[in-house]
């Protein structure tokens, strides 16, 4: 993966369109807080005497220092220091007062200004008047998107197994989610043109959430092609997209035809254009975390839409989160524009996907070794989940039988997730309910698979009965111990 700076002049590209109509009443008209509107932000050459600001003096850190490794995983024990200090601007990066201090909800400028560069040369938005906000992580941002354009007894589309945090936001919003068909590339656009075509539901359908690589729970990643499509029916149905894509970075290509996967060179396997990057209109919403790339409680993302969207988010942020921490804003900040350096940072994605790739092309060959006619899946080609269509036999049509097998995984010494928590229910689901689990393979260690491999097969095989006895999966396997060995965890709590 490489990117090279867009050519393009922003004076040349058109302005996004407006979709304001698609707001729901409150954000139609755009306010300021009250107080701000008057005042405006304070900053640090202000004699401010307005808002309730405390002295930087007040603030106990002097001095945040940390040891930083080199962005290639190849290179071990090359390390370097991020440092920030108190009254001076840290090369790029504000000084420690600044970080410290209340500031605006559209984040810190120096995090801000790498990301609007990062997301040029990784996107390239072809509209004039994008910008970036900061973020808390993904699921806070889905909140606020969501608030954007769905209010109390509204629908919003969603794919047909989705991620529980996107599910519970919604639910809290008293927003109801509308199911669409997917297969494995995700949405399914003809399902999609056929759920908003015969839609007839007190307010009409103004937005689709979906996470169109490595997509949580199932793993698919929508082709290039999939993406048009799906934007394509968009614009026929003036929807908003929001595009949840954390694992974007993470796209790991496909499984080699060796067991070697050392060759692999990420520098030359090409990413999947995002939704963003095909958006002429501006009506899609990307909602972008370091959750999966940097470190999850860092709690810190962006969200890249045009202008006077981010003028609403910024209003949500003030009244919620304010902003991320300034202080995780402040290291990312020095560690992106100073310590690594734009093709530092590549570099470290680039050692990720391949970390990843090794991870799941270990899982997978161990899959297919152990669960040939327990399981049936697809080989993700991003993220760090394998979604399994679990085989139970004769048992396939009793209501217990996922709950038994969970029990007997769980006594087996092996979790992973089932997919009820990410199924949006609907009749059909209900009436044929498939069984699926979903394994993360991020965070066992690899020495860890093959046992919990084996130990699955051992549970699937205890609901089945007798009949899989003979199978060649578990031909060698032994009983279920009474006395549950340490859980292996191949799961993950996103």
């Known amino acids: 993966m490489?990117?090279?700076?867009?050519?393009?002049?922003?004076?040349?590209?058109?302005?996004?369109?407006?979709?304001?109509?698609?707001?729901?009443?409150?954000?139609?008209?755009?306010?300021k807080s009250p107080f701000k509107a008057v005042m405006g932000t304070p900053t640090l050459d202000m004699i401010n005497m307005?808002?309730?600001?405390?002295?930087?003096?007040?603030?106990?850190?002097?001095?945040?220092?940390?040891?930083?490794?080199?962005?290639?995983?190849a290179a071990p024990g090359r390390t370097g220091t991020l440092s920030l200090e108190r009254t001076q601007a840290n090369g790029s990066t504000e000084s420690l007062n600044e970080l410290l201090?209340?500031?605006?909800?559209?984040?810190?400028?120096?995090?801000?200004?790498?990301?609007?560069?990062?997301t040029e040369q990784a996107h390239a938005p072809p509209y004039a008047d994008w910008d970036v906000v900061a973020s808390c992580g993904n699921t806070d941002s889905i909140a606020k998107a969501v608030s954007l354009f769905c209010q109390q007894g509204d629908h919003i589309i969603v794919e047909q197994y989705s991620f529980p945090g996107a599910l519970s936001n919604l639910v809290f919003a008293k927003v109801k989610p509308v199911p669409v068909a997917m297969d494995i590339e995700g949405v399914d656009p003809v399902a999609l043109d056929s759920l908003c075509s015969s839609w007839t539901g007190a307010t009409p359908l103004r937005a689709i959430y979906v996470i169109p690589t490595g997509q949580n729970p199932t793993g698919a990643t929508m082709s290039l092609a999939r993406r048009k499509a799906l934007y394509a029916v968009a614009q026929k149905h003036d929807l908003v997209i929001i595009e949840d894509d954390p694992y974007y970075f993470l796209q790991l290509g496909p499984m080699p035809e060796t067991q070697d996967t050392t060759a692999t060179d990420m520098n030359k396997l090409s990413l999947v254009p995002s939704l963003l990057s095909l958006?002429?209109?501006?009506?899609?919403?990307?909602?972008?975390?370091?959750?999966?790339?940097l470190a999850p409680n860092l709690r810190c993302g962006w969200i890249t839409a045009p202008a006077y969207i981010q003028d609403r988010m910024q209003i949500l942020n003030e009244s919620t989160i304010l902003q991320p921490s300034g202080l995780t804003?402040?290291?990312?900040?020095?560690?992106?524009?100073?310590?690594?350096?734009i093709e530092g940072w590549i570099e470290h994605l680039n050692a990720l996907r391949a970390a990843y790739a090794a991870r799941r092309n270990l899982f997978v060959t161990l899959s297919r070794k152990h669960l040939a006619g327990l399981a049936t899946f697809t080989v993700p080609t991003a993220g760090m989940f394998l979604w399994m269509r679990v085989d139970l036999?004769?048992?396939?049509?009793?209501?217990?039988a996922m709950p038994r097998l969970l029990d007997a995984m769980k006594k087996g010494g092996v979790m992973m997730a089932p997919d009820m928590p990410f199924r949006v229910a609907n009749a059909a689901a209900a009436a044929a309910p498939e069984r699926y689990l979903r394994a993360a393979f991020a965070l066992a260690e690899t020495d860890m698979f093959e046992p919990a491999l084996e130990r699955l097969a051992r549970a699937i095989a205890s609901i089945r009965g007798s009949e899989l006895q003979d199978t060649q999966s578990v031909a060698c396997a032994e009983p279920i111990e009474t006395t549950a060995p340490a859980p292996i965890a191949v799961n993950s709590s996103t």
């Open 279 to 293: 958006d002429t209109d501006g009506r899609v919403i990307r909602l972008d975390s370091f959750s999966k790339i």
């Open 50 to 73: 307005a808002g309730g600001v405390p002295h930087p003096s007040t603030f106990p850190l002097e001095q945040v220092q940390a040891t930083v490794r080199a962005p290639s995983h």
């Open 101 to 118: 201090q209340y500031n605006d909800g559209r984040g810190m400028a120096s995090y801000c200004r790498f990301l609007r560069q990062f």
């Open 2 to 31: 490489s990117f090279t700076t867009s050519t393009a002049l922003a004076s040349k590209l058109p302005q996004a369109k407006d979709l304001s109509h698609l707001f729901v009443p409150t954000f139609r008209i755009h306010q």
């Open 393 to 400: 036999g004769d048992a396939a049509t009793d209501a217990t």
């Open 329 to 341: 804003q402040g290291v990312i900040s020095r560690l992106l524009n100073d310590t690594w350096g």
